[in-house]
């Protein structure tokens, strides 16, 4: 079975750059039948797609935060990454990392959620 696992540091400075790790087990992030995203939810809102890398490394993004945001992945640790850039109070959210099923149009297996607070 699957399993996605968040880390990284609940607390970032504003103007900073977050950065945070998914480990996969249980299964490949090269398997052709799925991509890995990234996912955010702000308090008191609804989840925000921040972006994805698919099974051969390709990369998508909102467009609200592309200008902002890096996906890359270490194959050799089956593992993906999230950086986002120039971070403010606003991205205060907890973030999760998730399977994406190809064709299905929704992810299917999804990370506990880490919190991250941006704040001086």
């Known amino acids: 079975q699957v399993q996605l696992q968040e880390s990284g540091p609940g607390l970032v400075q504003p103007s900073q750059t977050l950065s945070l790790t998914c480990t996969v087990s249980g299964g490949s992030i090269t398997t052709n039948d799925y991509y890995w995203s990234w996912i955010r939810q702000p308090p008191g809102k609804g989840l925000e797609w921040m972006g994805v890398i698919t099974y051969d490394g390709s990369t998508y993004y909102s467009p609200s935060l592309k200008s902002r945001t890096s996906i890359s992945r270490d194959t050799s640790q089956n593992r993906f990454t999230l950086q986002l850039s120039s971070v403010t109070p606003e991205d205060t959210a907890v973030y999760y990392c998730?399977?994406?099923?190809?064709?299905?149009?929704?992810?299917?297996?999804w990370g506990q959620g880490t919190q991250v607070t941006v704040s001086s």
């Open positions: 998730a399977r994406f099923l190809v064709g299905s149009g929704s992810q299917d297996c």
